[in-house]
Structures are given as C-alpha cells and as structure tokens.
C-alpha cells in the first residue's frame, strides 16, 4: 500500500500511477487496479507527457462575476447618480471593516486620516492595499489625509468630485 505522500503526489499529477508502481516494492502484494475517474466538462485529456490543465468553463470570466446591472464604457463604470461614495473618518483599526464592506458592495469610500495618529493611519492603509490588491480596485490620495479607495472598474465623476470638495473631503490638486 502506498503511503499518503504518494497518494497525494499522484491525486494532484506530480507523478503518475505507472511510475508509483514501478518504484513500489515487490513485497507489497498484489497490486490494486486503479479505475479512472470520469472527467469533468472542464478538464481536457491529455497525452501522459504533457501533464493535466483544468480550462475554465467559457462562460466564467473575471468580468462576469461583476455586477452586470451597471452599463460600462470601455470597461470603466461610472459611479451611478443614486450611489454616493461613503466619507469614512478613521478613528480605530476597527473602521477598516467598515470599509472593506462598502468596497465589496460596490460603494467608493473616502478615508479621512486627519484625526488618526501615525501608527493606526500605517496600519488601516496597509489594509486598504491588500484589500485593493484582493478585490482589483484602485488607492489613491485626493488631499492631505485623505485616500479614495475605488472598486474595480469605477470612476467618480465630476458631480460626485465636487459634492466631496464642499464637504472637505477631496481637493482638486493635491
């Protein structure tokens, strides 16, 4: 019987069953008929030198598991005229998951740092990178202590910029 490892190194196609049994040592026994596992719609069949590759099924795409109800313009969606972004004044580490909701909703969200010491302000925007980095939005600096943290595919645009700019929350030239 083979140990776990090479069951392992066999279930996730680093090594093949034939040579497994070739290295097995004859004392084992009689060796045991493996019975291949249908296939998936996913997985093509390949030749025993080229390895296994899963395709991903045709209709899944980055884009599509996006919200599709919004109409986009050469992949960047405006930010919708009923949706405002979000002014998030920092005052604990526990903020951060306050913005990591409005983020995954969809929902621009400006960080107001200004109130905040050194080492929270380090650390919420740590997160807010990994959390960018992870979702594929967009950080960037609208003002002294401010940041603007995006979703994917979204802009504000001049309306929303001027609403935030007559509450203090973004400047036109940094």
């Keep these: 019987m083979s140990s776990l490892f090479s069951k392992a190194l066999v279930y996730l196609g680093l090594v093949d069953e034939a040579e497994m049994d070739a290295d097995a040592p004859a004392d084992q026994g009689p060796a045991r008929q493996a019975v291949p596992a249908p296939a998936p719609e996913n997985v093509r069949s390949l030749g025993p030198d080229e390895g296994r590759r899963v395709e991903p099924p045709a209709s899944a795409s980055r884009t599509s598991a996006r919200r599709s109800d919004v109409p986009s313009v ?3 969606r405006p930010i919708r005229p009923e949706s ?35 080492d929270l302000v380090r650390r919420v925007v740590d997160f807010s990178s990994g959390l960018i980095y992870a979702l594929d ?16 595919n979204m802009t504000l645009d001049e309306t929303e910029k001027r609403r935030l700019a007559s509450l203090g929350a973004y400047e036109e030239r940094i």
């Design 74 to 76: 050469a992949g960047v």
């Design 137 to 152: 939005g967009t950080m960037s600096k609208v003002g002294e202590g401010l940041v603007l943290v995006l979703p994917p």
């Design 84 to 118: 405002r972004a979000d002014i998030l004044v920092i005052d604990e580490f526990g903020d951060a998951k306050i913005l990591a909701d409005r983020v995954r909703e969809l929902v621009p969200v400006v960080l107001d740092f200004r109130t905040a010491d050194e």
